[in-house]
């Protein structure tokens, strides 16, 4: 089967995810959308998405979340149950660990971040005896996307959700150096809105505004010497997983406003 088969397989499954956010959709249910055995289905979304049809489609979910919370007036266990939570506590747990803050909080700061923490890892510094690297890099944009912030986060999955490892936000593309990065396995994400666009929470914005890269897996052993990161950055596809963290406001911020 040619590649633009199998994305198309891929994309009538996303399609339906999309139609179907509050209702059960079990991987029978996408393979037979997909018309692939449900093995195979699995492996073939993993290598066109990065990730597994049930994180994809949780994703899908949040992000439907964070739209409603901030364009209707729903209370947040009405926006559960539209996203196919039968739990609200279980719903809100879920959205504050994959976008960093609660729904409500999310709301009242119309979808931004007051600060981003970073995920602190296991790991001892260089006087425990365990090194810790710099991973540096650049990020370029092509000629025809308007330049914008970038926002550059270390996950330990290609989906940017949850806490980042390591971040930084630059006022442009351009180089990078995430520092202190402990011992493990992580994809670099960036996501990046042109000039003028700040006022659009991550995840939000159509795939001619918003633009993204990513680069990986980047795996960090003591005393290993890492290879510097080029990152071109893309228009947003379907096909791309949401990014569900909350960024920062950049509208009015500066770019120290990430927590340590």
Request: hydrophobic share 40%; with cysteine; glycine share 10%.
């Amino acid at each position: 089967m040619t590649t633009t088969a199998i994305e198309a397989a891929v994309l009538r499954v996303i399609d339906e995810m999309r139609a179907n956010l509050g209702q059960e959709l079990t991987i029978d249910d996408m393979a037979r959308t997909a018309m692939f055995s449900k093995f195979h289905f699995t492996r073939v979304f993993r290598e066109v998405t990065g990730t597994s049809p049930g994180r994809f489609l949780s994703a899908l979910r949040l992000q439907e979340a964070k739209r409603l919370l901030l364009e209707t007036d729903f209370s947040v266990a009405d926006i559960s149950s539209q996203v196919g939570y039968s739990s609200v506590g279980t719903f809100s747990s879920r959205f504050k660990f994959c976008v960093g803050v609660s729904p409500s909080m999310f709301r009242e700061l119309e979808g931004f971040a007051r600060a981003i923490g970073q995920d602190g890892q296991d790991g001892q510094d260089a006087a425990g005896g365990t090194a810790r690297a710099t991973l540096r890099g650049r990020v370029q944009l092509l000629d025809e996307r308007a330049p914008g912030r970038c926002f550059v986060g270390l996950f330990p999955a290609p989906v940017p959700q949850g806490q980042p490892v390591r971040c930084a936000v630059l006022d442009g593309p351009g180089p990078f150096e995430l520092c202190d990065v402990p011992p493990g396995t992580w994809h670099i994400l960036v996501h990046s809105v042109p000039y003028g666009y700040e006022h659009l929470p991550s995840g939000s914005g159509a795939e001619d505004v918003v633009s993204v890269g990513s680069y990986g897996p980047v795996t960090v052993r003591e005393d290993t010497l890492l290879m510097p990161a080029e990152i071109v950055l893309r228009p947003l596809d379907a096909m791309d997983p949401p990014v569900l963290t909350a960024l920062l406001d950049l509208r009015s911020s500066t770019l120290e406003r990430i927590a340590g």
